[in-house]
């Protein structure tokens, strides 16, 4: 089983990044993918998550402005980051949980394949 995120950099205030997270080793279609992110001094936050049907769950911070979505036939999951601020600078890791649920939630210890994260520094 791996992951990996990449798409990191650096971005404006109110701007717009995409991060993928390559999946392999597993059946996409049959897990559940979610989006965390770490500040340094901050706890490990929760964002989003997409099961295997394709539903959706969003974190408080970032409903509105993150959207979630998967391309099973590409093993990718996306997460689109729109109207972003300086807070959301942090790491944002992928992660992958592949027991068969249909539906999935943010929290971090259903999630037991981690890829490594990529870093987003949002300063103008």
């Known amino acids: 089983v791996q992951l990996q995120a990449s798409g990191g950099g650096l971005v404006q205030p109110g701007g717009s990044l995409r991060l993928p997270c390559v999946a392999s080793?597993?059946?996409?279609?049959?897990?559940?993918i979610a989006w965390f992110r770490q500040a340094p001094g901050k706890e490990r936050e929760g964002l989003s998550c997409?099961?295997?049907?394709?539903?959706?769950t969003y974190g408080g911070s970032v409903k509105g402005r993150f959207t979630i979505s998967k391309d099973d036939a590409k093993n990718t999951i996306y997460l689109q980051m729109d109207g972003v601020e300086p807070e959301d600078t942090a790491v944002y890791y992928c992660?992958?949980?592949?027991?068969?649920?249909?539906?999935?939630?943010?929290?971090?210890?259903?999630?037991?394949?981690w890829g490594r994260g990529t870093q987003v520094t949002v300063s103008s």
């Open positions: 992660a992958a949980d592949l027991s068969y649920t249909l539906s999935c939630a943010i929290d971090p210890w259903n999630y037991a394949y």
């Open positions: 080793g597993f059946n996409l279609e049959r897990s559940s």
């Open positions: 997409i099961g295997s049907r394709g539903d959706t």
